[in-house]
């Protein structure tokens, strides 16, 4: 655990023991050139030069803490506290790298139970401090700064000591786990007997099985598995007024989902201790494979067919044509001249690359699941590259935001941001949300490069995911700051025959403070309403991670 909060502390993504992913010579080169970069190296500054407030958590407060948990496990210095400030979102990542506008947490607390955690609560709300839930710290829309609000002072509970896999039913394939555990750590728990969670977001390296159920996280194989509110079948919450636990059955008619309040109350509404989630037998056979279509909209419908017809593969993910040609940019090699050359002579004017990926537990079933695939993609015009393509996007998978420290590195601004909507809107949406990025980040006729992919599918509509890359402005905080509000206009602009706007403000990246804005548009005043009655019910003094989801 000191190891990723020391990496932290650096400015970066990568967590300790992965490999870093630097730019290629050549990479770099066309980057400085399709940007305009000017060259400058901005390294993160040592975590030694950064200034650190003293800590304002009160005496009283700690001493109680103390008692409770150890002293080892209230941390109030300035590399403990540093490691859990902000997430990691360009801002936060900037923030972090030159010391200026840190949101520092008083104190990093480390329950080691669900028990400690429903008592530290308790303590807080006697002395009117903050509680800022704290997992792998991935959030990238400010779910985890350490806002104080009207707070005497505001600590970061870290969850790291919550790490273990409490239960596993095989018969019910339902498996307990603390909301401690880390992505790669539940995986490993759950092979050991026989079985995969499935889950698999960009974030898998450091993200944990807590901060997956508070923000509603959606994997790359969602498709297959679902996205991880479908497969939680139960949460234990510690709340200021007592633990809450939540979901008996596999379905029920008793009321109102209650569950839906933990999961994706980003830790406004409680503190997940638990979650009881569906598992399924570990795949035994697994095949990968890329393919190019021509044009967007062509390719979109051909997704579009896919779920539509119901023979999604597990892993269906669309890059644009923008998209698909800067990942020939930076692949560079052999490789990636034969592919232009296949393309050459394909007929193929606007690739869009089309990545598939089926896991099962027998071969018989993959190539039945594969077949019904690839018969629906039989009416459009399409190159098939093989295995060789899926597989290196299935290995490279995790690598997108490892990349960033490197882009960060050279004075790049590089940020993602997503949405979702109907298919009949799709198009119009992309466009719109391009637009207001290229209008938002032109600098003196150097265009930004925007990219977007389609990374979920469902029979209505599918979501969208953009990647920005543009030469960073003089106030690079801020020079994003018009850039997402721009976009977010174009995500909520009001469509002629339709009440709401043309997509959501968020598929699965949550609301944060940097949506919270827009949110009482999406779910109208009386959906406000009820959240502050909820907040007031579980919350009624407002400890639970201010200014994220509910609001000041």
Same mark, same amino acid.
């Given at each position: 655990? %000191?190891?990723?909060?020391?990496?932290?502390?650096?400015?970066?993504?990568?967590?300790?023991?992965?490999?870093?992913?630097?730019?290629?010579?050549?990479?770099? &080169?066309?980057?400085?050139? &399709?940007?305009?970069?000017?060259?400058?190296?901005?390294?993160?500054? /040592?975590?030694?030069?950064?200034?650190? /407030?003293?800590?304002?958590?009160?005496?009283?407060?700690?001493?109680?803490?103390?008692?409770?948990?150890?002293?080892?496990?209230? !941390?109030?210095?300035? #590399?403990?506290?540093?490691?859990?400030?902000?997430?990691?979102?360009? %801002?936060?990542?900037?923030?972090?790298?030159?010391?200026?506008?840190?949101?520092?947490?008083?104190?990093?607390?480390?329950?080691?139970?669900?028990? !400690? *955690?429903?008592? *530290?609560?308790?303590?807080?709300?006697?002395?009117? @401090?903050? =509680?800022?839930?704290?997992?792998?710290?991935?959030?990238?829309?400010?779910? @985890?700064?350490?806002?104080?609000?009207?707070?005497?002072?505001?600590?970061?509970?870290?969850?790291?000591?919550?790490?273990?896999?409490?239960?596993?039913?095989?018969?019910?394939?339902?498996?307990?786990?603390?909301?401690? =555990?880390?992505?790669?750590?539940?995986?490993?728990?759950?092979?050991?007997?026989?079985?995969?969670?499935?889950?698999?977001?960009?974030?898998?390296?450091?993200? #944990?099985?807590?901060?997956?159920?508070?923000?509603?996280?959606?994997?790359?194989?969602?498709?297959?598995?679902?996205?991880?509110?479908?497969?939680?079948?139960?949460?234990?919450?510690?709340?200021?007024?007592?633990?809450?636990?939540?979901?008996?059955?596999?379905?029920?008619?008793?009321?109102?989902?209650?569950?839906?309040?933990?999961?994706?109350?980003?830790?406004?509404?409680?503190?997940?201790?638990?979650?009881?989630?569906? @598992?399924?037998?570990?795949?035994?056979?697994?095949?990968?494979?890329?393919?190019?279509?021509?044009?967007?909209? +062509?390719?979109?419908?051909?997704?579009?067919?896919?779920?539509?017809?119901?023979?999604?593969?597990?892993?269906?993910?669309?890059?644009?044509?923008?998209?698909?040609?800067?990942?020939?940019?930076?692949?560079?090699?052999?490789?990636?001249?034969?592919?232009?050359?296949?393309?050459?002579?394909?007929?193929?004017?606007?690739?869009?690359?089309?990545?598939?990926?089926?896991?099962?537990?027998?071969?018989?079933?993959?190539?039945?699941?594969?077949?019904?695939?690839?018969?629906?993609?039989?009416?459009?015009?399409?190159?098939?590259?093989?295995?060789?393509?899926?597989?290196?996007?299935?290995?490279?998978?995790?690598?997108? /935001?490892?990349?960033?420290?490197?882009?960060?590195?050279?004075?790049?601004?590089?940020?993602?941001?997503?949405?979702?909507?109907?298919?009949?809107?799709?198009?119009?949406?992309?466009?719109?949300?391009?637009?207001?990025?290229?209008?938002?980040?032109?600098?003196?006729?150097?265009?930004?490069?925007?990219?977007?992919?389609?990374?979920? +599918?469902?029979?209505?509509?599918?979501?969208?995911?953009?990647?920005?890359?543009?030469?960073?402005?003089?106030?690079?905080?801020?020079?994003?700051?018009?850039?997402?509000?721009?976009?977010?206009?174009?995500?909520?602009?009001?469509?002629?025959?339709?009440?709401?706007?043309?997509?959501?403000?968020?598929?699965?990246?949550? @609301?944060?403070?940097?949506?919270?804005?827009?949110?009482?548009?999406?779910?109208?005043?009386?959906? #406000?309403?009820?959240? +502050?009655?909820?907040? !007031? +019910? *579980?919350?009624?003094?407002?400890?639970?991670?201010?200014?994220?989801?509910?609001?000041?």
């Amino acid at each position: 655990m %000191s190891e990723l909060i020391d990496h932290t502390l650096r400015g970066g993504w990568t967590p300790s023991g992965a490999g870093a992913a630097p730019l290629p010579t050549h990479a770099l &080169r066309w980057l400085s050139g &399709r940007l305009g970069l000017d060259g400058a190296s901005t390294p993160a500054a /040592p975590a030694s030069l950064l200034e650190v /407030p003293d800590g304002a958590l009160p005496v009283e407060a700690r001493a109680e803490l103390v008692e409770l948990l150890g002293e080892h496990q209230v !941390q109030t210095g300035a #590399t403990a506290r540093l490691g859990r400030t902000g997430g990691l979102s360009y %801002s936060d990542l900037l923030r972090r790298r030159d010391g200026v506008g840190l949101a520092v947490p008083d104190a990093v607390l480390l329950p080691a139970d669900p028990e !400690q *955690v429903q008592r *530290v609560l308790e303590v807080c709300v006697r002395h009117d @401090v903050a =509680v800022v839930p704290f997992g792998g710290g991935t959030s990238v829309v400010g779910g @985890v700064t350490a806002l104080r609000g009207a707070k005497r002072a505001v600590v970061a509970l870290d969850l790291a000591r919550l790490d273990r896999l409490v239960s596993v039913d095989p018969v019910s394939r339902v498996a307990v786990l603390q909301a401690g =555990v880390r992505a790669p750590e539940a995986e490993s728990l759950l092979a050991a007997h026989g079985f995969t969670l499935g889950h698999f977001p960009q974030s898998f390296e450091r993200a #944990t099985i807590g901060g997956f159920a508070a923000t509603r996280s959606a994997g790359q194989a969602s498709a297959g598995y679902g996205r991880f509110a479908d497969m939680v079948e139960g949460v234990r919450v510690a709340t200021p007024v007592g633990e809450w636990r939540l979901g008996a059955a596999p379905a029920s008619a008793a009321g109102p989902d209650l569950r839906q309040l933990a999961i994706g109350g980003e830790g406004a509404l409680g503190v997940i201790t638990e979650v009881a989630v569906r @598992v399924r037998p570990k795949p035994t056979e697994m095949r990968y494979e890329a393919l190019v279509l021509d044009g967007w909209q +062509a390719a979109a419908d051909a997704v579009r067919a896919l779920a539509q017809q119901r023979v999604l593969a597990d892993v269906t993910r669309l890059s644009d044509v923008d998209e698909t040609a800067v990942q020939l940019e930076l692949s560079g090699g052999v490789k990636s001249r034969a592919l232009r050359t296949l393309l050459l002579g394909s007929r193929i004017d606007e690739p869009c690359l089309l990545v598939l990926g089926w896991e099962a537990a027998s071969a018989a079933e993959l190539k039945q699941r594969r077949a019904a695939t690839m018969r629906a993609l039989h009416g459009f015009r399409s190159l098939r590259l093989g295995p060789r393509g899926g597989e290196a996007w299935h290995a490279a998978r995790f690598a997108g /935001p490892r990349q960033r420290d490197a882009l960060l590195d050279v004075g790049v601004c590089v940020e993602t941001l997503e949405t979702a909507t109907c298919w009949s809107r799709l198009s119009e949406l992309r466009s719109a949300v391009r637009a207001a990025l290229v209008r938002e980040l032109d600098r003196d006729g150097q265009p930004p490069i925007v990219m977007c992919h389609l990374s979920h +599918a469902y029979e209505t509509g599918a979501s969208l995911y953009f990647t920005v890359l543009a030469a960073r402005g003089a106030d690079p905080v801020d020079q994003w700051r018009r850039a997402k509000e721009a976009a977010t206009g174009a995500i909520t602009e009001r469509v002629p025959g339709h009440e709401l706007g043309r997509g959501t403000l968020t598929h699965h990246h949550a @609301v944060g403070t940097d949506h919270l804005p827009w949110l009482e548009a999406e779910i109208g005043g009386i959906g #406000t309403s009820v959240l +502050a009655a909820v907040k !007031q +019910a *579980v919350d009624p003094t407002g400890i639970l991670n201010p200014g994220k989801l509910v609001g000041p």
